[in-house]
Each structure stands twice: as structure tokens, then as C-alpha cells.
T-cell receptor
Framework: EAQVTQNPRYLITVTGKKLTVTCSQNMNHEYMSWYRQDPGLGLRQIYYSMNVEVTDKGDVPEGYKVSRKEKRNFPLILESPSPNQTSLYFC?????????????FGEGSRLTVL | RKEVEQDPGPFNVPEGATVAFNCTYSNSASQSFFWYRQDCRKEPKLLMSVYSSGNEDGRFTAQLNRASQYISLLIRDSKLSDSATYLCAVTGMNTGFQKLVFGTGTRLLVSP
């Protein structure tokens, strides 16, 4: 089954404790992206990757890191989480190229930072 | 001004009603347009792409108005199962086709 898998789905942590949210897709998509979704603000892009070893900042990259060592994986790293990073996070992937707009989303990871 | 704007709603309609949502975008160079559906606490899923000529999929019709820079979604004969949040999304040359910019969504509640 074609899918984007995120883990963990739910996490409560404390300020400053490094964490990683994993994302894996099995569709051989070149493009992967992380979004956060907050009430009233909608989906905002954190980072994206056009292919292996190619990453770039989205609209709200502060406090986050990513890596793309393999095509299928795109982990999101919070080196020192803060309460303002409490949010619902979505990883997404699609084929690269003009007009390849359909994003396939993971089920989301709900993060609470105390 | 936000790149993509939607009325947050909620739109409360009875079953069988016709309901329409609009979404405006700010960049005239935008090239591709989409409607996504998001159920509560779930991931967004593509509902339909929006083409210049408009497109229809069953009870759903999407249209693009480039002159006024908005896209619309029409739902006919609403079902209870249509209750969800509808997100419009726009990509285009201004973002190098790399970013899909989402509106904040319009919430639809269909009641019996």
C-alpha cells in the first residue's frame, strides 16, 4: 500500500529534550516536505527536500533541522524543543516536476512540549 | 496579505443543500490549484485539481477565475459525510513549483 508513515504519532516532551520525528514513504517520490498545522494559521511549510541531499527552508524553519540521506526517509529534528513548537506535524511527499501537485500526507504527529 | 485566503466558516448546511466555497490567492503567476479535504485530526487528502476550464467530479465542481484570482468549490446535494474542512492550495512559478501554499481551510458541517 502506498503510504507516508510518521512516527511517533503522539509525543509529550519537555523543553530542551532533543527529539526526532521520522517520516518514510514507499512511493519513490523525489519531493518530501514537513508542515506544521496550528489553529487559525493553517498548514505552514517547515522544510522541504527536492531529492537526496537536497533540502531547503520553508516558511517556518526556525528551531528545526532535517536531513535527506535516503530517498524514502526525511526525519524532522527538534534539537531543543520549546513550547511554541507544540503543534500537529505532517510529513508529505510527491513526485517532483512541474504541476506534480498532489501531496500525499502522513497521518500526522501531535507534539506537545511542556 | 496572505498568499491564500479562505473564509474559515463554519458553513452549516442541511443535507441536500448546495454549498460553495471561494479561495483567493495573491500571486497572479500561480500555476496550479487544488482542493484538499481534511477530516478532524486527520491528514489532508486531495479532493480535486482545479483546471482553467473547470472540472467536475460527481457532486463536486471546481473552477478557476484567473482574472479575479480565486478558485471555487461547489458541492451539490450535500451529504453528512461531506462534513470536513476544505483546504485550497496553490503552487506556481513564484515558488519554483516547490511549495504548495495552503489556505487555512473552510469548515463545512452538514446536518440531517
Amino acid at each position: 500500500e502506498a503510504q507516508v508513515t510518521q512516527n511517533p504519532r503522539y509525543l509529550i516532551t519537555v523543553t530542551g529534550k532533543k527529539l526526532t520525528v521520522t517520516c518514510s514513504q514507499n512511493m519513490n517520490h523525489e519531493y518530501m516536505s514537513w508542515y506544521r498545522q496550528d489553529p487559525g494559521l493553517g498548514l505552514r511549510q517547515i522544510y522541504y527536500s527536492m531529492n537526496v541531499e537536497v533540502t531547503d527552508k520553508g516558511d517556518v524553519p526556525e528551531g528545526y533541522k532535517v536531513s535527506r540521506k535516503e530517498k524514502r526517509n526525511f526525519p524532522l529534528i527538534l534539537e531543543s524543543p520549546s513550547p511554541n513548537q507544540t503543534s500537529l506535524y505532517f510529513c508529505a511527499s510527491r513526485l517532483a516536476g512541474v504541476g506534480s501537485g498532489e501531496l500525499f500526507f502522513g497521518e500526522g504527529s501531535r507534539l506537545t512540549v511542556l | 496579505r496572505k498568499e491564500v485566503e479562505q473564509d474559515p466558516g463554519p458553513f452549516n448546511v442541511p443535507e441536500g443543500a448546495t454549498v460553495a466555497f471561494n479561495c483567493t490567492y495573491s500571486n497572479s503567476a500561480s500555476q496550479s490549484f487544488f482542493w484538499y479535504r481534511q477530516d478532524c485530526r486527520k491528514e489532508p487528502k486531495l479532493l480535486m485539481s482545479v483546471y482553467s476550464s473547470g472540472n467536475e467530479d460527481g457532486r463536486f465542481t471546481a473552477q478557476l477565475n484567473r482574472a479575479s484570482q480565486y478558485i471555487s468549490l461547489l458541492i451539490r446535494d450535500s451529504k453528512l459525510s461531506d462534513s470536513a474542512t476544505y483546504l485550497c492550495a496553490v503552487t506556481g512559478m513564484n515558488t519554483g513549483f516547490q511549495k504548495l501554499v495552503f489556505g487555512t481551510g473552510t469548515r463545512l458541517l452538514v446536518s440531517p
